[in-house]
């Protein structure tokens, strides 16, 4: 089945840009789709179908997708965005149709 | 506006079966895309997709719990239930359900999730 990794931990400095990335073996050809999730709450889309932003969302919340990593960019990054983050494909070869990465936990410092 | 919200049991026993309903509004499953899927989160852990069904009642199972589950619609109650057997420790999780983005492949809105704990 798909595999997606993500690094556990991202730290950035207030106002500076972080970079969360996503690999798998040729992600570039699939859809990325990425979630937030604050501590007891559900996850929110900040980005699908790898760029596109859903309303409401800052942005400063961007996606790219290539080869064999996809990035979340957040620029001008903010306490508030302080959470974990997903990247989730669908794999359409296999019978695991939706994959989540492991989440990687943004730290603003 | 989308809303979803799952309920159930807060507490199951091993070996039993467990059943939560998602109950849903601004938008029909009978509506061509349309798609509700389920996914738990266990404590500390990341996301895992659990099931996913559609407007014309394709379903879709996570094929590491297939054996044990089943999803079904009730259309004039808004409704998605889901059923999964021989509950175990490991299945201890918040459960979400989730409408799936129409002609996209991700979420784009969640219910508030509910904990399941599996203890004797």
């Known amino acids: 089945s798909y595999v997606l990794t993500q690094p556990p931990s991202v730290s950035v400095a207030p106002g500076q840009t972080a970079s969360i990335t996503c690999g798998g073996n040729?992600?570039?050809?699939?859809?990325v789709h990425w979630y937030e999730q604050k501590p007891g709450q559900a996850p929110v889309q900040v980005v699908y179908?790898?760029?596109a932003r859903p309303s409401g969302i800052p942005e400063r919340f961007s996606g790219s997708n290539s080869g064999n990593t996809a990035t979340l960019t957040i620029s001008r990054v903010e306490a508030g965005d302080e959470a974990v983050y997903y990247c989730?494909?669908?794999?359409?070869?296999?019978?695991?149709?939706?994959?989540f990465g492991g989440g990687t936990k943004l730290t603003v410092l | 506006q989308i809303t979803l919200k799952e309920s159930g049991p807060a507490l199951v026993k091993p070996t039993q079966t467990l059943t939560l309903t998602c109950t849903f509004s601004g938008f029909s499953l009978s509506t061509s895309a349309v798609g509700v899927g389920w996914i738990r989160q266990p404590p500390g852990k990341a996301l895992e997709w659990v099931t996913l069904?559609?407007?014309?009642?394709?379903?879709r199972y996570n094929p590491s719990l297939k054996n044990r589950l089943t999803i079904t619609k009730d259309t004039s109650k808004n409704q998605v239930v889901l059923t999964m057997t021989d509950m175990a420790p490991v299945d201890t999780a918040t459960y979400f359900c989730?409408?799936?983005?129409?002609?996209?492949?991700?979420?784009?809105?969640w219910g508030q999730g509910t904990l399941v704990t599996v203890s004797s």
């Open positions: 069904i559609y407007w014309n009642d394709d379903k």
């Open positions: 989730a409408h799936k983005r129409v002609y996209s492949s991700s979420f784009d809105y």
């Open positions: 989730q494909v669908w794999d359409g070869s296999s019978d695991l149709a939706v994959v």
């Open positions: 040729n992600i570039g050809s699939k859809s």
């Open positions: 179908d790898d760029n």
